[in-house]
């Protein structure tokens, strides 16, 4: 009895101080995977609920998140009608014709529409009357890109308006000014992540005041009616 006890006791014993071998049964073990002497982090998870998009704050056309635009662009101005300040029966010659300029702009993007300001200068045609006739306009634009008007990804057309401030003059002297209202319509055009090319056609009213021009005729105050078109390029930065 004594004998057989002991031997139970001793097999007891040898089978704790034995290693123990993993069961066939047991999950085997994880290790993180080795390229070289960097470790490779295991890929992302939705561990926290949340459904992260690879594009945020690279989009140019986001759908959620705020941006900043800015950019210049070249412009044409078409006049349609002087108004009062070149009447049709007037035998003087028109000192505000068509023109042509730049602008340059900045606008904070949020979802489905942008609020910004723009300068822009044209030199017009004015008869000789002046060396160089200078528009200068200063204006607040308003943009809403709906729904409807998502041709493509990279692809998206816009609606908006603007008003500002409007000066006139020899080269860069204000010989007379006014305020200055649009609508316009137009597409984006994405060429890179954070590059776009922005096509615009805008209806324009310049009020000017009245004035004396350099020829000595007096311009009633008046309001000039052009059709402009712009092509400019935009930079998109996440705010």
């Excluded at 390229?35 to 140019?60: N, Y």
């Excluded at 949020?110 to 044209?122: I, W």
């Excluded at 055009?189 to 009213?205: H, I, M, N, P, Q």
């Amino acid at each position: 009895m004594h004998v057989t006890a002991a031997l139970a006791l001793a097999s007891v014993v040898l089978h704790v101080v034995e290693p123990s071998r993993a069961s066939p049964l047991a999950p085997p073990a994880v290790y993180p995977a080795t390229s070289g002497s960097a470790t490779v982090a295991p890929p992302p998870t939705k561990a926290d609920g949340v459904d992260h998009d690879p594009r945020e704050g690279l989009d140019p056309f986001p759908s959620t998140g705020r941006y900043l635009d800015y950019g210049m662009g070249f412009h044409s101005e078409a006049l349609l009608t002087s108004g009062r300040l070149c009447p049709r029966l007037s035998k003087e010659n028109c000192v505000l014709g068509s023109g042509a300029g730049v602008s340059f702009g900045g606008a904070v993007r949020n979802q489905g529409y942008s609020l910004g300001a723009v300068y822009e200068v044209t030199f017009h045609d004015s008869s000789n009357i002046y060396q160089r006739g200078v528009l200068q306009q200063l204006r607040g634009e308003w943009r809403v890109r709906p729904r409807v008007l998502l041709i493509a990804d990279s692809v998206v057309g816009f609606v908006g308006v603007g008003a500002g401030l409007a000066g006139y003059g020899d080269n860069w002297a204000v010989g007379t000014y006014g305020a200055a209202a649009h609508g316009m319509f137009g597409g984006e055009f994405d060429l890179g992540v954070k590059v776009a090319l922005v096509v615009t056609f805008a209806y324009r009213a310049v009020y000017l005041r009245t004035f004396t021009d350099p020829s000595g005729t007096d311009r009633p105050a008046g309001v000039a009616h052009m059709l402009g078109i712009s092509l400019a390029l935009e930079l998109h930065d996440p705010l």
